[in-house]
């Protein structure tokens, strides 16, 4: 089992940045896919960027494309999600994802909850107008 720590979030101004991080424990991320994804009150959580296991392979909704940038440190064993030019609608609740990927797999990258086995706990990012 692999447990999974978001941090780095905040309150912060239109155009503003924030850098979110998801510390792993139990598990390497190595042998691991990751995402991030975002939730409002009363909305049903969305997919926001996602990486494959070896870091090679990124995708991004399209809201955030070209501002945000998920990255992976199989050293550090993290997660981060650089968020730049963040807008009020950037508003929610972020939370770190992660799905096992067996040896010989191919490099793909997960945009649906039901990919992910493992969630952290979220971190709140408000953008304030």
């Known amino acids: 089992q692999v447990q999974l720590v978001e941090s780095g979030g905040g309150q912060v101004q239109t155009g503003g940045s924030l850098r979110l991080s998801c510390q792993a424990s139990?598990?390497?991320?190595?042998?691991?896919?990751a995402g991030w994804f975002r939730q409002t009150p009363g909305k049903e959580r969305e997919f926001v960027a996602a990486?494959?296991?070896?870091?090679?392979?990124?995708g991004y909704a399209d809201s955030v494309s070209g501002r945000f940038t998920i990255s992976k440190d199989d050293v550090k064993n993290t997660v981060s999600l650089q968020m730049n030019s963040l807008k009020p609608e950037d508003t929610a609740v972020y939370y770190c994802?992660?799905?096992?990927?067996?040896?010989?797999?191919?490099?793909?990258?997960?945009?649906?909850?039901?990919?992910?086995?493992?969630w952290g706990q979220g971190t709140q990012v408000t953008v304030s107008s």
């Open positions: 139990g598990r390497s991320l190595s042998n691991y896919a």
């Open positions: 994802a992660a799905r096992f990927i067996p040896p010989f797999s191919g490099s793909v990258y997960y945009t649906e909850t039901n990919d992910y086995k493992f």
């Open positions: 990486i494959t296991w070896g870091g090679g392979g990124t």
